[in-house]
């Protein structure tokens, strides 16, 4: 185990039986261990381990809010499965959260400032929305102080920033064009830090949930991408996992919303699906304990957890997006009619001209 | 003049071969590019593979044209001088002049044919053009396939584009330059048949055959 029992830094351990009192049985907890070793791609030899890791010390964990929707926050707090929560709740010392805590105002900052002083290096801080640097960050200010300077500090003194949601990850909605607050993400912003990007929109909570427990097993955050997301969930393109890539093979496409191919669950991709150029797992294990994903709902995917989403993947219902210098009503394919249309034009003047000009020769 | 009429040998086999399999892939690729922009062949059943077939008869159809412009790269420093690369470059004085010459000529201002063994300055600047595009074409295709498969020969081959531009805008461009291309085959065939028909220079034959005309005017014999 990486957390021995003097280790200052945990709260002393609390058993399964412990979790077992707060509602939860040993069965569910194993359940959840196995569920997470899946999610991680682990063999179920490792069920264990983990078990063993979470029973042990609770690591701090500071959640803060930036420029953002509080979607994470409620696709964190609201997973239906009480198991996931109630674990991640007993496993973490959740210090610092604004949407949840009780604690308010400078109380609340001081509890944050507290997690910093006394246990540098060694908490986890979650940050969920972008963070505005023009004018010295003041568009986002927290108790009188930016958030820049204090993702610097909470993030700089962390033993890992995990940046849940597109917006904490890439800078998001907030950074999108023609992005008025100079939002930047969180690894921007703070470039010392140590940070994994959960993308998303919002983040997946389960994908939270398993990077904590990676890093509670093995002391270190998973294997990420050239994105900084990890390769777990963010290996697999949405397109190649898809329950309705058989329709997509085979052609078998919705053209219209609500139309006969629509009801019939066929491929989204003609109504502007990104699940060809996005990379998550929202596929296999879904979102809200595995109710449902935006393609199961018969909505494309958007590539919200792709970076510059907004700008780069919208039109969002439309397959391509608009061509740069002409109007939104042009597509690429009106476009390549016109192109041939003008070369077949140009084609036939030039036969006119020449026939007229070689008649010239002829009366010469 | 008719009778200093000589046969001379323009087009090696290779710059022949690759001609062909290229005209042959752009019209495979151009197809089954359209149909996976804009699949209009509905299946009705779920058990077929039009999509399926389309692709990857896009994918074999890309192999090939890679390769074959492997070979006309690599016969564009080992071939005759009619296929060599500086053919392609019309940064001389001399090429330039013998570009506005023959835009004069196709825009029936002057009368004098750009007279020429090998490519015009014109037409070798178009197929410079045309062959950037088709790099373009290539790489932005790989790009598009690195994304699900995984290795460092998709990364060469076109991968590192989308460090550079977002993926649907290299779906988008990759669409678009498919037009580009067409336009060019048309006007491209059209301005083949007109040269041949003014100078009486055997083009049109010489791209099956390898053998031209001169007609005693060309600079370049
Ligand atoms: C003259 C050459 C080519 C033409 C005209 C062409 C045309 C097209 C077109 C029109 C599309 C549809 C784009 C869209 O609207 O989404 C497409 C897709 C694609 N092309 Fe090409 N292409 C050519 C060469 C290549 C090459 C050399 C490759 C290399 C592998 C390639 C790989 C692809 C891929 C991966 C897709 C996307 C397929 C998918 O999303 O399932 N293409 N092509
Ligand atoms: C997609 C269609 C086509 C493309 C992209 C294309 C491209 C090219 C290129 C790049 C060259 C220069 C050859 C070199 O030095 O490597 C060339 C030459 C030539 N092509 Fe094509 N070609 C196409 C179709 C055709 C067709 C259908 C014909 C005949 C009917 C044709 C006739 C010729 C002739 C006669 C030449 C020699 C012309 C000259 O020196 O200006 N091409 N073509
Ligand atoms: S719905 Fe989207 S992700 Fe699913 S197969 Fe179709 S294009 Fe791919």
Redesign the pocket.
């Known amino acids: 185990m990486k957390f021995s029992s003097d280790d200052a830094l945990y709260e002393a351990a609390e058993s399964m039986e412990a979790l077992g009192n707060n509602g939860l049985s040993r069965r569910d907890f194993m359940k959840f261990c196995s569920a997470m070793a899946a999610l991680l791609a682990l063999p179920a030899s490792f069920v264990p381990k983990i078990a063993e890791a979470l029973s042990g010390k609770k690591p701090y964990l500071v959640w803060l809010a930036f420029q953002d929707c509080a979607g994470d926050t409620e696709a964190f707090l609201r997973a239906t499965n009480p198991t996931a929560a109630n674990i991640v709740l007993d496993v973490l010392a959740v210090e610092y959260h604004e949407t949840i805590m009780a604690a308010a105002g400078k109380q609340a900052e001081k509890s944050l400032m507290d997690v910093v002083k006394n246990h540098k290096g060694e908490y986890f801080v979650v940050v969920e929305g972008s963070i505005p640097m023009k004018d010295d960050g003041i568009y986002c200010c927290i108790g009188g102080k930016s958030s820049v300077d204090i993702a610097r500090e909470v993030c700089g003194n962390a033993l890992a920033t995990i940046a849940v949601g597109t917006c904490a990850a890439y800078g998001g909605i907030p950074a999108a064009l023609p992005n008025p607050t100079g939002a930047v993400s969180v690894k921007e912003a703070v470039p010392n830090a140590t940070v994994i990007n959960l993308p998303g929109c919002p983040v997946n909570a389960e994908n939270i949930t398993a990077c904590i427990v990676h890093y509670l097993t093995f002391g270190a955050l998973p294997n990420v991408d050239k994105f900084g997301r990890p390769y777990f969930a963010y290996g697999k393109r949405i397109h190649d996992n898809c329950e309705r890539r058989a329709h997509f093979d085979a052609g078998q496409f919705v053209r219209q919303w609500g139309d006969e191919g629509h009801r019939q669950g066929w491929c989204l991709y003609e109504m502007g699906c990104k699940g060809?150029e996005s990379f998550h797992n929202c596929p296999t294990i879904k979102y809200n304990e595995g109710t449902s994903w935006p393609v199961q709902a018969g909505h494309g995917c958007i590539g919200c957890s792709e970076p510059n989403f907004w700008d780069t993947m919208s039109p969002f219902y439309k397959?391509?997006p608009n061509v740069p210098g002409f109007g939104i009503e042009s597509t690429a394919d009106k476009i390549g009619a016109g192109l041939a249309a003008a070369t077949a034009a140009g084609i036939l003047v030039h036969g006119i001209g020449r026939a007229v000009s070689s008649k010239k020769e002829e009366e010469k | 003049m008719a009778n200093d009429k000589k046969r001379i040998y323009a087009w090696e086999f290779p710059v022949r071969f690759t001609h062909w399999i290229n005209v042959a892939c752009?019209l495979a690729?151009?197809f089954t590019?359209?149909y996976?922009?804009n699949p209009f062949i509905y299946a009705v059943s779920a058990k077929e593979y039009i999509m399926g077939w389309i692709?990857f008869i896009?994918?074999v159809a890309?192999y090939a044209?890679?390769l074959s412009m492997i070979i006309r790269i690599y016969w564009a420093f080992v071939g005759n001088k009619y296929a060599c690369y500086r053919e392609l470059l019309p940064f001389s004085s001399q090429k330039l002049a013998e570009l506005v010459n023959a835009l004069k000529f196709y825009a029936f201002i002057s009368k004098k044919p750009p007279y020429k063994i090998g490519h015009h300055a014109l037409a070798a600047f178009t197929y410079l053009i045309v062959y950037l595009l088709?790099i373009f074409?290539?790489v932005s295709?790989?790009a598009?396939?690195s994304v699900n498969h995984s290795g460092a020969i998709w990364v060469i081959l076109g991968g590192w584009l989308t460090g550079a531009m977002s993926m649907p805008m290299i779906?988008l461009y990759?669409?678009l330059v498919?037009y580009v291309?067409l336009a060019f085959a048309l006007m491209h065939v059209y301005l083949a048949w007109y040269s041949d028909s003014r100078e009486k220079n055997g083009l049109l034959m010489s791209i099956f055959s390898g053998y031209k005309f001169s007609t005693g005017n060309e600079p370049d014999i």
């Open positions: 060809p397959r391509l | 752009i690729l151009s590019g359209f996976i922009g692709r896009h994918f890309a044209f890679l088709i074409e290539i295709g790989f598009m396939y779906r990759h669409h498919m291309i």
